[in-house]
């Protein structure tokens, strides 16, 4: 038995004054509206009508379940009513996770200027370079620049990420430019700790994908610092061309071994499941998926 259903039924009996005359309002036959009255006594264990070939009226127990039944019945279509608002108009907090470097460097934007279109979301925006998940750890919303593993989330592509390998032109004039990836064992190399193996480094040439061990004087979880070092000299890098596509093109940066590059990775928008979306998530992602492009700006 539906509950709620029952309730209105009843309501709509007292309302009305009789069966007969519920029928219209409830689009439901005479001895459905009286089946349904019924049931509802029989799980009360209590009558609710007093019945007679004339007319019905409300018992003493009847008349306080009327009375509370209108008040929870109106709280019920309040609830409906705001959760369908909430779902029409972007309001409330919206949780977001994305990568330190990215966001500091290409979402600061998109974060601004979004509140700016919709000043009734209020933004939680959490930068780490580690992998959160989506769900356990309540995120609405998590950018992530990766293979798609989880096929229980969705994603949504925002933009493209070419990787590259680069150093600084005095570095390579002291060191010399690797021409193959075995020759950077004789090189100082800069690692990012939340890589799956930091010290190995895979290349995609002729031959197929090789992976080649490397070393050097930092390891560090931050692509601001790997960028910092790379630019002091110290080293070949491995990075994103969203943080050093500007040193590349004024030749802070040169590029090395390009003819073994890894294929671009997708910048996702990944969130739990588009079932109920809500406002303020579908018009997040609709306004970061129009903001970026997959010619971006960095390349």
């Known amino acids: 038995m539906d509950r709620f259903h029952s309730m209105s039924v009843f309501i709509e ?7 007969t005359a519920a029928q219209e309002r409830t689009g439901l036959s005479r001895a459905q509206i009286s089946k349904l009255v019924m049931q509802l006594e029989a799980h009360l264990g209590t009558r609710l009508l007093n019945r007679t070939t004339r007319r019905i009226s409300l018992t003493e127990m009847g008349r306080i379940y009327y009375e509370r039944c209108k008040v929870l019945l109106l709280e019920v279509d309040e609830i409906d009513s705001m959760a369908g608002e909430h779902t029409e108009t972007p309001r409330g907090t919206l949780t977001i996770g994305a990568p330190g470097s ?11 200027e979004y509140m700016k279109q919709y000043p009734q979301v209020q933004i939680s925006l959490q930068l780490t370079d580690r992998f959160v998940d989506v769900v356990d750890e309540g995120f609405d919303v998590v950018i992530r620049i990766a293979e798609m593993a989880d096929t229980s989330l969705i994603a949504r592509k925002l933009s493209s990420c070419k990787l590259v390998y680069c150093a600084s032109p005095k570095y390579l004039k002291e060191h010399g430019t690797p021409n193959v990836p075995q020759d950077l064992a004789l090189h100082h190399c800069l690692l990012y700790s939340n890589a799956d193996k930091p010290d190995t480094w ?16 930092l390891t560090t979880d931050n692509g601001h ?12 890098v491995f990075m994103p061309t969203f943080i050093v596509g500007e040193d590349l093109r004024n030749g802070s940066l ?46």
């Open 13 to 19: 009996v007292v309302d009305r004054g009789g069966f």
């Open 102 to 112: 990215f966001g500091i460097l290409h979402f600061k934007d998109v974060i601004t």
């Open 202 to 217: 895979s290349f995609y040439g002729p031959a197929g994908i090789e992976n080649v061990r490397v070393s050097g004087p």
């Open 225 to 236: 610092i790997l960028r910092a070092a790379a630019l002091a000299d110290l080293g070949i």
């Open 254 to 299: 040169q590029q090395v071994l390009s003819d073994y590059c890894p294929p671009e990775l997708n910048i996702n928008a990944v969130f739990p499941s588009r079932r109920y979306l809500s406002a303020k998530v579908r018009t997040f992602i609709d306004f970061a998926a129009q903001y970026f492009s997959d010619e971006p700006a960095w390349d």
